[in-house]
């Protein structure tokens, strides 16, 4: 059966340093994967989107790969901040739906 | 600010109860999506409306239904409601329907549903 896993429930790091996130899925061939952020009672924020055809897509102090062969992405937040912390989603293409990952959750420390 | 509104905040209703909930998209967007989240399932998929047309089901039980109505907004309706249906509902638009194109998702603020 299709299976969406995000490598662990919860990340903690220091302020500064970079969080990598990982998102593994099995059974699906997504054309596209998207990352979003979601805080507490609220709903989720879309981040970055990444097509099959592209290997990493950049904004600001983030960066998500996608690498279609080992059927994986990773989401990099570069030199974070306090204000990062919040529960990352990945969700993946599904015919004309989208299909979340259960979600990291990211606690940045000062 | 999504742009996109859900209507109530918090609801709580008894077992055996039948509700609505409410959900206007993005100026524009013709895509309508309804989540269901819980804390031990995460964000589940429903169902998706494009154009007031039902174009994806997800994991939505039978005692759900949606409909999209002319002015694209949506309705969720629930219920036979049962202790286990409390969560928060989402909704969420977007521009396309098409799966290829890929199109991000704009979330409103959610319905909190308690179910006594």
């Known amino acids: 059966s299709q299976k969406i896993e995000q490598n662990s429930e919860a990340l903690n790091i220091q302020e500064g340093k970079t969080a990598t996130l990982t998102c593994n899925y099995t059974?699906?061939?997504?054309?596209?994967l998207q990352w979003y952020r979601q805080d507490p009672g609220r709903g989720p924020v879309f981040l970055l989107l990444?097509?099959?055809?592209?290997k990493e897509k950049r904004k600001e102090r983030l960066k998500v790969t996608f690498d279609t062969t080992l059927k994986q992405s990773l989401f990099h937040i570069t030199a974070s901040q306090p204000a990062d912390s919040a529960t990352y989603l990945c969700?993946?293409?599904?015919?004309?739906?989208?299909?979340f990952g259960k979600g990291t959750t990211l606690s940045v420390s000062s | 600010d999504s742009g996109v509104t859900q209507t109530p905040k918090h609801l709580i209703t008894a077992t055996g109860q039948r509700v609505t909930l409410r959900c206007s998209p993005r100026?524009?967007?013709?895509?309508v999506y309804w989540y269901q989240q819980s804390l031990d399932q995460g964000l589940q998929f429903l169902i998706q409306?494009?154009?007031?047309?039902?174009?994806a089901k997800g994991n939505i039980l039978e005692r759900f239904s949606a409909q999209q109505f002319p002015d694209l907004h949506s309705e969720l309706n629930l219920s036979s409601l049962e202790l286990g249906d409390s969560a928060l509902y989402f909704c969420?638009?977007?521009?396309?329907?098409?799966?290829?194109?890929?199109?991000?998702?704009?979330f409103g603020p959610g319905t909190r549903l308690t179910v006594t």
């Open positions: 969420a638009s977007s521009g396309g329907a098409l799966g290829v194109e890929g199109h991000e998702q704009y």
């Open positions: 059974n699906y061939s997504p054309a596209y």
């Open positions: 990444i097509r099959e055809n592209e």
């Open positions: 969700a993946l293409q599904a015919g004309t739906a989208l299909i």
């Open positions: 100026s524009g967007d013709l895509s």
């Open positions: 409306y494009y154009n007031g047309e039902e174009r």
